[in-house]
């Protein structure tokens, strides 16, 4: 066989075992480099006020994801009105090794949210979704959108068949949409809104401001929500998304 022949036989070949381990070696950098900074996050701030923690945590998606499988999950800190809590049995996250910009959520088992609502009271609600999954793209100014999507939330006195709770980055301004189906009496539950100012909350979706702090300068900055496409029978639409802000 001429020299040529064995080129053109063996060079694709090559070409992929050298390419394959370059994508393996990549994984395994990217993902030790993973495992470091969970452990560095454990129990400590993510971003200003917000608190990460977990009973244990995998790391796998070889060779192209970044999955994190967590166990006794929780997200602790101060919101926009006061202190407010999640916590999940199980919580997963799962993004490219080779781009991190998207990453999607899901979550199972029971579920506990805590916070402090507008007029400063303590509400909590406890339920078992049937699934919880959310996602996030972010880049060079942060967080773009942020997308929560669970279908059959169940818990005492409250059934919902499907809520939504979509944020996206505009401009100045930030776009929310809430809708929540079957929820008790009300077949749907659906609210647009516009935050004017929203530039006011960069430095939160940039991990470097407090909740608390940035909805303090949004107000300051006047700051109003626009509401549209409200559907919200025997409801009063403005105190929907009060919590976020």
Known sequence: MKYSSRFWLYAPIATFVIIAGLVMAHWWVVANAFEKKLAALKGHEAVPGITLDWGSVTVGGFPFRLDSDFTGFTVTGAGAHGPFAYRAEKFAAHTLAYNRAKTVYEAAGQQHVSWTDASGAARQLDFLPGSLRASSVTGPEGLLRADL????????DVLIGRLQLHMRRDDRDLDLMLQADAAGKAKQVQVYAVLSHGDAFAGLLQGKQSWPEAATAWQAQG?????????????DPATLLTPLY
């Open 149 to 156: 999507d669970i279908a059959n939330l169940a818990a005492k």
């Open 223 to 235: 700051g109003a929500a626009k509401l549209s496409q409200v559907i919200a029978p025997g409801l």
